[in-house]
């Protein structure tokens, strides 16, 4: 005869047994809902933007648009693909210098925000000249830059670097700032180097910060290019769109626009899924 004891942990077994199906259970079913989710999601988004295109091009073909003000989806289209390569020539050249300028401005940007914020009373000094400068506005800068540089790719690149620089700078030390400090603590009483309490207990509690900053500084670093090109540019995607506007070619404008949506979603895609994967850690 069983024991009682013997019995019951054979129970036990089997309710934990159970348990752990049904968790595993849950967690597949909460995957394939997000994942629907997530296909409707796109599906919608899709569909929302043909709906746009569709009453936009019937706007335009009933006259309630004017075709010489807001063009017409089908003549952008056309337009687009009868002037593809010169464009694409254009958006690389545009393309180039916002990368060089954004990895400059965000590399500098969270190295100087690191280093000012190791030393307090550096922090209280220099945070004035930060609002100083910060509050410039960057396109009045655009004129000085290519009076520096000239009309190179180089001045496209200062104008994305002062743009880019500052904006990480701020959300990186607010990220530093806001790391609890027990953790520092922690890592003393461990007796830490400072290299491993930056590299352990610093650095991955700010990279929800830096990231914050570098999806900001990706929308902006384009957009300083472009306004960079528009002063003053023998290419880019912003000269083309000061030609095309003084032309009144609203069709070339708006394809421009569109390469531009495409360029800078593209980017911020990239950002986002570096986020994703580096934080990974934090959905474990």
């Not at 410039?136 to 004129?143: D, E, G, H, S, T």
């Not at 904006?167 to 830490?192: E, N, R």
């Not at 900053?213 to 769109?241: C, D, F, P, W, Y």
Request: glycine share 8%; hydrophobic share 55%.
């Amino acid at each position: 005869m069983m024991s009682l004891t013997s019995i019951t942990g054979s129970s036990a077994a089997r309710d934990d047994a159970a348990l752990n199906g049904a968790i595993a259970t849950s967690a597949i079913m909460t995957v394939r809902n997000r994942r629907g989710k997530s296909i409707l999601v796109r599906v919608l988004q899709a569909l929302s933007l043909v709906a746009f295109l569709a009453i936009w091009e019937w706007f335009a073909a009933a006259g309630i648009l004017n075709p010489l003000f807001f063009s017409r989806p089908s003549a952008i289209g056309s337009f687009f693909i009868a002037n593809f390569s010169g464009l694409m020539a254009d958006a690389g050249v545009t393309l180039r210098a916002t990368l060089l300028g954004f990895a400059i401005g965000s590399i500098a940007g969270v190295a100087a925000a690191f280093a000012i914020t190791a030393v307090p009373m550096l922090d209280r000094v220099l945070q004035p000249w930060i609002s100083v400068l910060m509050s410039i506005p960057r396109v009045a800068l655009a004129p000085l830059f290519l009076l520096w540089f000239g009309i190179t790719e180089m001045s496209k690149v200062a104008l994305a670097v002062s743009i880019v620089f500052f904006m990480v700078l701020v959300s990186t030390a607010a990220g530093t700032k806001s790391v609890p400090p027990d953790l520092i603590s922690l890592g003393q009483a461990f007796h830490a180097s400072p290299w491993q309490r930056f590299r352990t207990i610093l650095l991955p509690a700010c990279v929800p910060a830096i990231f914050a900053g570098l999806r900001l500084g990706v929308v902006t670093s384009i957009l300083g290019v472009v306004s960079s090109e528009m002063v003053a540019s023998s290419s880019g995607l912003g000269q083309k769109v000061v030609l095309y506007g003084q032309n009144f070619n609203s069709a070339g404008v708006f394809a421009v626009l569109a390469l531009l949506a495409v360029i800078t979603t593209t980017m911020n895609g990239v950002v986002a899924w570096t986020e994703h994967t580096l934080l990974r850690w934090q959905r474990v």
